[in-house]
């Protein structure tokens, strides 16, 4: 069983930033993507990014692009989240999550197979 464990979260103003870690707990399981998610009470779970862990593609909701930029480090096994320019719509909790097999379409959370715990997000006005 893959374990996924978010950090980074926390508070922030507008406009500052903050990066989102996602570290994966078995170095050599196969994937086809991670992606960042998030949600807010009442809502329903909402795409963030995704990129593709062979090719490094990304794709980007289109709230946030321009503002934040998803990575990925093979090496340290781990998909970071830089959020810049954060506004206070930008509060929610943010999920990490992992999809094993190729799949058209990486930007609905059924797609995905693995998650982690969340990290909070809150940005204040």
């Known amino acids: 069983q893959v374990q996924l464990v978010e950090s980074g979260g926390g508070l922030a103003q507008a406009g500052g930033s903050l990066r989102l870690s996602c570290a994966a707990s078995?170095?050599?399981?196969?994937?086809?993507?991670m992606g960042w998610f998030r949600q807010v009470p009442g809502k329903e779970r909402e795409f963030v990014a995704a990129?593709?862990?062979?090719?490094?593609?990304?794709q980007y909701a289109d709230s946030v692009k321009g503002r934040f930029t998803i990575s990925s480090d093979n090496a340290r096994n781990t998909v970071y989240l830089q959020m810049n320019s954060l506004k206070p719509e930008d509060t929610a909790v943010y999920y990490c999550?992992?999809?094993?097999?190729?799949?058209?379409?990486?930007?609905?959370?059924?797609?995905?197979?693995?998650w982690g715990q969340g990290t909070q997000v809150t940005v204040s006005s």
């Open positions: 990129v593709a862990w062979s090719t490094g593609n990304t």
């Open positions: 078995e170095r050599t399981f196969s994937r086809y993507a």
């Open positions: 999550a992992a999809k094993l097999m190729w799949a058209p379409v990486i930007i609905v959370p059924g797609a995905y197979d693995y």
